[in-house]
C-alpha cells in the first residue's frame, strides 16, 4: 500500500494523544516591518502599494505556527473561499523579517509528499520509514524506545500483500514521477506570473526525502520559502508529520533558522481547486449513458478515529467541507446528483473514520444503484490507493455488488486550472513568511541509569506482552499479513 494506506495503529495498542496547539508546532515570528501592501491579483506578480497594516487572520504573533495557522470564515461550511487555506492573510501591508535584503532574494517551494517505493525491492524499507514514524504508530513517550522494533517487525509481515499490489499497478509507485512533475509544472505557472522560483520535492518516507530537500534549499542559499504540502485536507498523519520534521531541522540549523518560511497548511476550500475539481466529475459524468442517475461516490483516506476523537484532527470536519464546497459548485452548473463520502485504506482491528468505502459499496448495491462515479477527493496524484485500491479492488467489489456502471474520476495531476491555482496560492503565501527562533542548542542528555533501568524493565514488559498474547498475535495474523 503506498502513502499512508499502510498508516495503520497498533493492534490493541493505546495510542498517546497529541494536542495540535502544543509548544513544539509554534512558528514565532521575528520582528517585522512595514514596507507597503502587498497585491496578489496582478498577472504580473507582486507590487506594493504604501498602506496601512491590517491583520485579518485570526492568529495573534504568538499564535502564528510553523504547522497549524488558521483563516476566519463567514462559515463553518465555506459559504466564501479563503484566499490561501490554512494561512493566514494580510490586508495591509506585506512585512518582511529580519532577514537583510542587501543579499538578491531567492524564493523556493518545497513540495510535501509521502513518497512510495519505486520497485518491489523497495516495499519493504519503505513500510519501514512509515511505521517508524511516530505520528502513525503514536506510543506513549515512556515506550518510544520500541519504535523502530515495531516498525521492522509490522514491515516484514506487511511487504508480502503490499508487493502484491505494487505488482499490479507496474511494479512500484508512479507518485516520484507525477510530484516531479508538478513541480515542474508549478515552477512554469509561476514564471508564467512573473515569479522565479526554485520548486523542491520533499517526501516523508522515500527518495527523495525531506531532509534531502531542506539540504538542497540551504545549498541553494534560498532566501525565503514556502512549503505546500500535497494534501488538500490538513492530517496529523501527513502534513502535520511532515512539518514536525521540518521544525525539527529549520530548529537546529544557523542558516535555516533565519529563513522566512510560509507554510500552506490546508487549501481544499480554494476556490481554483474546488472548481478543477467540479470540471473532472462534470466530464466523468459525461461518459455515462444517464449522467443525471450517476451516484458520486467520495472515497477519501481514512485516519484512525482516536486523531480526531482524542488529538483535535481537524482532518474529517475539512473532508466533509470540501465536498459540500465540490456539490455546491456542481450544483451551481445544474448538475443534482446524489453524492456520499465513505473513507478507505483503514489498516488493523482499531476504529477508523466511518463509514468506510468496502461497506457503502456493498450498501449501495443492495439499495439498487447501478451508476456511480468514484472520486479520489484526497489525492492528487495517481498511485495504489487509486490505481489498485479503487480501480481494482473496490471496483470489483462495486460490480459483485449489483452495481453495472462504473466510473472513476481521475486525479488532478498537472490539470491546468489546478496547477495555476497552486501558483496563486504561492504567491498569497509569501509575504507571510516568518523565520524560525535561535537555533536551539542541543538538550541534554538523560544519563541517570535509575531512569534507564525503569524506562527498560517497563519497556522490556510491554514488548514481551505485545509480541506474544494471543490476542495480539491474531491481531496480527488478521490484520497485518
Given at each position: 500500500?503506498?502513502?499512508?494506506?499502510?498508516s495503520g495503529?497498533?493492534?490493541?495498542?493505546?495510542?498517546?494523544?497529541?494536542?495540535?496547539?502544543?509548544?513544539?508546532?509554534?512558528?514565532?515570528?521575528?520582528?517585522?516591518?512595514?514596507i507597503?501592501?502587498?497585491s496578489?491579483?496582478?498577472?504580473?506578480?507582486?507590487?506594493?502599494?504604501?498602506?496601512?497594516?491590517?491583520?485579518?487572520?485570526?492568529?495573534?504573533?504568538?499564535?502564528?505556527?510553523?504547522?497549524?495557522?488558521?483563516?476566519?470564515?463567514?462559515?463553518?461550511?465555506?459559504?466564501?473561499?479563503?484566499?490561501?487555506?490554512?494561512?493566514?492573510?494580510?490586508?495591509?501591508?506585506?512585512?518582511?523579517?529580519?532577514?537583510?535584503?542587501?543579499?538578491?532574494?531567492?524564493?523556493?517551494?518545497?513540495?510535501?509528499?509521502?513518497?512510495?517505493?519505486?520497485t518491489?525491492?523497495?516495499?519493504?524499507?519503505?513500510?519501514?520509514?512509515?511505521?517508524?514514524?511516530?505520528?502513525?504508530?503514536?506510543?506513549?513517550?515512556?515506550?518510544?524506545f520500541?519504535?523502530?522494533?515495531?516498525?521492522?517487525?509490522?514491515?516484514?509481515?506487511?511487504?508480502?500483500?503490499?508487493?502484491?499490489?505494487?505488482?499490479?499497478?507496474?511494479?512500484?509507485?508512479?507518485?516520484?514521477?507525477?510530484?516531479?512533475?508538478?513541480?515542474?509544472?508549478?515552477?512554469?505557472?509561476?514564471?508564467?506570473?512573473?515569479?522565479?522560483?526554485n520548486?523542491?520535492?520533499?517526501?516523508?518516507?522515500?527518495?527523495?526525502?525531506?531532509?534531502?530537500?531542506?539540504?538542497?534549499?540551504?545549498?541553494?542559499?534560498?532566501?525565503?520559502?514556502?512549503?505546500?504540502?500535497?494534501?488538500?485536507?490538513?492530517?496529523?498523519?501527513?502534513?502535520?508529520?511532515?512539518?514536525?520534521?521540518?521544525?525539527?531541522?529549520?530548529?537546529?540549523?544557523?542558516?535555516?533558522?533565519g529563513?522566512?518560511v510560509?507554510?500552506?497548511?490546508?487549501?481544499?476550500?480554494?476556490?481554483?481547486?474546488?472548481?478543477?475539481?467540479?470540471?473532472?466529475?462534470?466530464?466523468?459524468?459525461?461518459?455515462?449513458?444517464?449522467?443525471?442517475?450517476?451516484?458520486?461516490?467520495?472515497?477519501?483516506?481514512?485516519?484512525?478515529?482516536?486523531?480526531?476523537?482524542?488529538?483535535?484532527?481537524?482532518?474529517?470536519?475539512?473532508?466533509?467541507?470540501?465536498?459540500?464546497?465540490?456539490?455546491?459548485?456542481?450544483?451551481?452548473?445544474?448538475?443534482?446528483?446524489?453524492?456520499?463520502?465513505?473513507?478507505?485504506?483503514?489498516?488493523?482491528?482499531?476504529?477508523?473514520?466511518?463509514?468506510?468505502?468496502?461497506?457503502?459499496?456493498?450498501?449501495?448495491?443492495?439499495?439498487?444503484?447501478?451508476?456511480?462515479?468514484?472520486?479520489?477527493?484526497?489525492?492528487?496524484?495517481?498511485?495504489?490507493e487509486?490505481?489498485?485500491?479503487?480501480?481494482?479492488?473496490?471496483?470489483?467489489?462495486?460490480?459483485?455488488?449489483?452495481?453495472?456502471?462504473?466510473?472513476?474520476?481521475?486525479?488532478?495531476?498537472c490539470?491546468?486550472?489546478?496547477i495555476?491555482?497552486l501558483?496563486?496560492?504561492?504567491?498569497?503565501?509569501?509575504?507571510?513568511?516568518?523565520?524560525?527562533?535561535?537555533?536551539?542548542?542541543?538538550?541534554?542528555?538523560?544519563?541517570?541509569?535509575?531512569?534507564?533501568?525503569?524506562?527498560?524493565?517497563?519497556?522490556s514488559?510491554?514488548?514481551?506482552?505485545?509480541?506474544?498474547?494471543?490476542?495480539?498475535?491474531?491481531?496480527?495474523?488478521?490484520?497485518?499479513?
Open positions: 500500500m503506498d502513502a499512508v494506506s499502510c495503529v497498533l493492534p490493541q495498542m493505546k495510542l498517546s494523544g497529541s494536542d495540535l496547539s502544543r509548544s513544539d508546532h509554534k512558528f514565532p515570528m521575528s520582528s517585522w516591518r512595514s507597503g501592501s502587498l496578489c491579483n496582478s498577472s504580473k506578480g507582486l507590487r506594493l502599494v504604501p498602506k496601512k497594516l491590517t491583520v485579518l487572520c485570526s492568529a495573534s504573533s504568538d499564535e502564528m505556527m510553523f504547522g497549524v495557522s488558521r483563516c476566519d470564515k463567514k462559515s463553518p461550511v465555506g459559504e466564501t473561499f479563503c484566499a490561501a487555506a490554512g494561512v493566514c492573510t494580510y490586508g495591509g501591508t506585506a512585512v518582511e523579517s529580519h532577514h537583510s535584503h542587501t543579499v538578491e532574494e531567492k524564493v523556493g517551494v518545497l513540495l510535501l509528499n509521502l513518497g512510495g517505493p519505486e518491489l525491492d523497495d516495499v519493504q524499507p519503505f513500510l519501514f520509514n512509515l511505521f517508524a514514524d511516530p505520528d502513525i504508530i503514536r506510543l506513549p513517550r515512556l515506550f518510544r520500541l519504535q523502530k522494533p515495531l516498525a521492522k517487525l509490522i514491515s516484514v509481515l506487511r511487504a508480502p500483500k503490499s508487493k502484491e499490489g505494487y505488482a499490479s499497478i507496474g511494479g512500484g509507485s508512479p507518485l516520484r514521477k507525477i510530484t516531479d512533475e508538478q513541480a515542474n509544472a508549478l515552477r512554469m505557472a509561476l514564471e508564467s506570473k512573473d515569479m522565479p522560483v520548486v523542491y520535492v520533499g517526501m516523508r518516507y522515500w527518495f527523495p526525502f525531506t531532509e534531502e530537500a531542506v539540504q538542497q534549499i540551504k545549498r541553494d542559499r534560498i532566501t525565503r520559502l514556502v512549503v505546500l504540502p500535497l494534501y488538500p485536507q490538513f492530517s496529523i498523519s501527513t502534513t502535520g508529520s511532515s512539518v514536525r520534521v521540518l521544525q525539527k531541522i529549520f530548529r537546529n540549523d544557523p542558516y535555516l533558522s529563513v522566512p510560509s507554510v500552506i497548511n490546508s487549501w481544499y476550500q480554494r476556490e481554483g481547486y474546488i472548481k478543477s475539481m467540479a470540471d473532472l466529475i462534470s466530464k466523468e459524468l459525461e461518459s455515462f449513458s444517464e449522467p443525471a442517475q450517476v451516484m458520486i461516490f467520495f472515497s477519501a483516506h481514512g485516519v484512525p478515529l482516536s486523531y480526531v476523537k482524542e488529538s483535535g484532527d481537524p482532518y474529517r470536519d475539512q473532508m466533509e467541507e470540501c465536498i459540500f464546497l465540490i456539490m455546491k459548485e456542481l450544483k451551481a452548473r445544474g448538475i443534482n446528483n446524489e453524492h456520499t463520502l465513505a473513507y478507505q485504506s483503514r489498516v488493523g482491528p482499531v476504529q477508523w473514520l466511518k463509514p468506510y468505502t468496502d461497506e457503502v459499496l456493498v450498501e449501495l448495491g443492495q439499495k439498487g444503484v447501478k451508476s456511480l462515479l468514484a472520486v479520489p477527493v484526497s489525492f492528487v496524484s495517481e498511485h495504489i487509486t490505481l489498485e485500491e479503487i480501480d481494482m479492488e473496490y471496483k470489483e467489489l462495486a460490480l459483485e455488488s449489483g452495481i453495472e456502471n462504473w466510473g472513476r474520476v481521475p486525479a488532478l495531476g490539470t491546468p486550472s489546478f495555476t491555482d501558483a496563486d496560492a504561492v504567491i498569497e503565501a509569501l509575504p507571510l513568511a516568518t523565520a524560525t527562533a535561535t537555533p536551539k542548542t542541543t538538550s541534554a542528555v538523560d544519563h541517570d541509569p535509575m531512569r534507564w533501568a525503569i524506562k527498560m524493565f517497563f519497556g514488559f510491554l514488548a514481551f506482552f505485545l509480541f506474544f498474547s494471543p490476542k495480539m498475535l491474531m491481531a496480527f495474523r488478521n490484520h497485518l499479513i
